[in-house]
Protein backbone atom coordinates (compact mmCIF):
# COMPACT_ATOMS: atom_id res chain seq x y z
CA UNK A 1 0.00 0.00 0.00
CA UNK A 2 1.06 3.33 -0.81
CA UNK A 3 1.36 6.12 1.70
CA UNK A 4 1.46 9.80 0.16
CA UNK A 5 3.68 11.90 1.93
CA UNK A 6 4.71 15.63 1.73
CA UNK A 7 7.32 14.03 -1.12
CA UNK A 8 5.15 12.34 -3.36
CA UNK A 9 4.69 13.86 -6.93
CA UNK A 10 1.17 13.76 -8.28
CA UNK A 11 1.27 13.74 -12.07
CA UNK A 12 -0.85 16.80 -11.52
CA UNK A 13 2.20 18.60 -9.99
CA UNK A 14 4.07 17.90 -12.89
CA UNK A 15 1.45 19.62 -15.63
CA UNK A 16 1.83 22.65 -13.90
CA UNK A 17 5.59 23.06 -14.95
CA UNK A 18 6.62 25.43 -17.49
CA UNK A 19 9.43 24.18 -19.55
CA UNK A 20 11.86 25.97 -17.34
CA UNK A 21 10.63 24.78 -14.24
CA UNK A 22 10.83 21.29 -15.70
CA UNK A 23 14.25 21.80 -16.90
CA UNK A 24 14.86 22.74 -12.97
CA UNK A 25 13.23 20.47 -11.21
CA UNK A 26 15.19 17.49 -13.70
CA UNK A 27 18.68 18.89 -12.81
CA UNK A 28 17.54 18.96 -9.18
CA UNK A 29 16.85 15.05 -9.77
CA UNK A 30 19.94 14.29 -11.32
CA UNK A 31 21.82 16.04 -8.63
CA UNK A 32 20.37 13.95 -6.01
CA UNK A 33 20.87 11.25 -7.51
CA UNK A 34 24.28 11.57 -8.42
CA UNK A 35 24.40 12.81 -4.78
CA UNK A 36 23.39 9.36 -3.63
CA UNK A 37 25.74 7.71 -5.98
CA UNK A 38 28.69 9.44 -5.09
CA UNK A 39 29.10 10.76 -8.37
CA UNK A 40 30.69 14.45 -8.58
CA UNK A 41 28.07 17.10 -9.68
CA UNK A 42 30.31 18.07 -12.14
CA UNK A 43 29.73 14.85 -14.56
CA UNK A 44 25.95 16.65 -14.49
CA UNK A 45 24.96 19.26 -17.02
CA UNK A 46 21.69 20.71 -17.45
CA UNK A 47 21.46 23.61 -20.28
CA UNK A 48 18.51 26.46 -19.03
CA UNK A 49 18.50 27.22 -22.61
CA UNK A 50 15.54 25.87 -23.41
CA UNK A 51 14.68 27.91 -26.60
CA UNK A 52 18.17 27.46 -28.55
CA UNK A 53 18.22 24.50 -30.97
CA UNK A 54 20.78 22.47 -29.67
CA UNK A 55 19.95 18.67 -31.06
CA UNK A 56 17.85 17.81 -28.58
CA UNK A 57 19.95 17.48 -25.26
CA UNK A 58 18.99 18.96 -22.38
CA UNK A 59 21.13 17.15 -20.20
CA UNK A 60 24.04 15.06 -20.21
CA UNK A 61 25.39 12.74 -17.36
CA UNK A 62 28.94 10.76 -17.36
CA UNK A 63 28.25 7.74 -15.57
CA UNK A 64 31.74 6.30 -14.49
CA UNK A 65 29.44 4.07 -12.49
CA UNK A 66 29.53 -0.30 -11.69
CA UNK A 67 26.35 -0.19 -13.19
CA UNK A 68 23.41 1.39 -13.80
CA UNK A 69 20.61 2.86 -11.56
CA UNK A 70 17.81 4.69 -11.73
CA UNK A 71 17.74 7.92 -13.95
CA UNK A 72 21.93 7.77 -14.60
CA UNK A 73 22.93 4.98 -16.55
CA UNK A 74 26.94 3.77 -16.78
CA UNK A 75 28.97 5.61 -19.21
CA UNK A 76 27.44 9.38 -21.27
CA UNK A 77 23.31 9.66 -21.12
CA UNK A 78 21.67 12.64 -23.18
CA UNK A 79 18.23 13.61 -22.22
CA UNK A 80 15.79 15.55 -23.74
CA UNK A 81 13.25 17.33 -21.62
CA UNK A 82 9.55 18.07 -22.32
CA UNK A 83 7.09 20.04 -20.53
CA UNK A 84 4.12 20.31 -23.06
CA UNK A 85 0.90 17.83 -23.18
CA UNK A 86 0.72 18.09 -26.75
CA UNK A 87 4.39 15.84 -26.51
CA UNK A 88 3.21 12.16 -27.26
CA UNK A 89 5.90 10.09 -26.45
CA UNK A 90 4.01 6.65 -26.87
CA UNK A 91 3.48 7.31 -30.12
CA UNK A 92 6.83 6.00 -32.53
CA UNK A 93 5.65 8.35 -35.29
CA UNK A 94 6.27 11.62 -32.77
CA UNK A 95 9.03 9.80 -31.18
CA UNK A 96 10.90 9.50 -34.67
CA UNK A 97 10.11 13.43 -35.70
CA UNK A 98 11.88 14.79 -32.51
CA UNK A 99 15.20 12.52 -32.74
CA UNK A 100 15.26 12.57 -36.65
CA UNK A 101 13.18 15.74 -37.79
CA UNK A 102 12.05 14.43 -41.63
CA UNK A 103 15.62 12.54 -41.83
CA UNK A 104 15.63 8.74 -41.96
CA UNK A 105 17.92 6.82 -39.01
CA UNK A 106 21.18 6.31 -40.31
CA UNK A 107 24.35 4.73 -38.64
CA UNK A 108 25.50 8.64 -38.43
CA UNK A 109 22.82 10.05 -37.04
CA UNK A 110 22.18 7.57 -34.13
CA UNK A 111 25.83 8.06 -33.13
CA UNK A 112 27.09 4.55 -33.97
CA UNK A 113 29.02 5.44 -37.06
Known amino acids: MFTSTLFTVEPNDLARLDAYAAVVLFRELLWAEA???????????????INVSDGGIDATVQG???????????????????ASSAF??????????????????????????
Open 35 to 49: RTMGLPSRNVRVSEL
Open 88 to 113: KPWQQSVIKMELFGDKEPTRENLGSG
Open 64 to 82: GLPESVGLIKEGRTGYQIK
